[in-house]
């Protein structure tokens, strides 16, 4: 089993910065570590992900603004956020895969909203 714990969302004005964090509580190798966000009445969508080795994916809407990356060390991932947008507004989820059985486990989600 993996527990998933997400913190560092909250409220933050158009243009300013947010680094969210989830650690995760496991005696599995994690293989990938993502986050995903959903906006009201809108599906859940990849915002970045971070292979074990290092490698990153971001989703165009992520490029260029947000930065994902892990300490594998700690089982920990980290999405730092710039130039946040009020479209960024959204839960966002942690997202875990571990090569055991080939888990797939979620974060309970954190809200970030950027209004001014």
């Known amino acids: 089993q993996v527990q998933l714990v997400e913190s560092g969302g909250g409220l933050v004005q158009p243009g300013g910065s947010l680094r969210l964090s989830c650690a995760a509580s496991?005696?599995?190798?994690?293989?990938?570590m993502g986050w995903y966000r959903q906006a009201p009445g809108k599906q859940r969508e990849l915002v970045a992900v971070?292979?074990?080795?290092?490698?990153?994916n971001y989703a165009d809407s992520a490029q260029g603004r947000f930065t994902i990356s892990r300490d594998n060390a700690k089982n920990t991932v980290y999405l730092q956020m710039n130039s946040l947008k009020p479209e960024d507004t959204a839960v966002y989820y942690c997202n875990v895969k571990t090569y055991a059985a080939r888990g797939d486990y979620w974060g309970q989600g954190t809200q970030v909203t950027v209004s001014s």
């Open positions: 971070v292979t074990r080795g290092g490698i990153t």
């Open positions: 496991t005696i599995f190798i994690i293989r990938d």
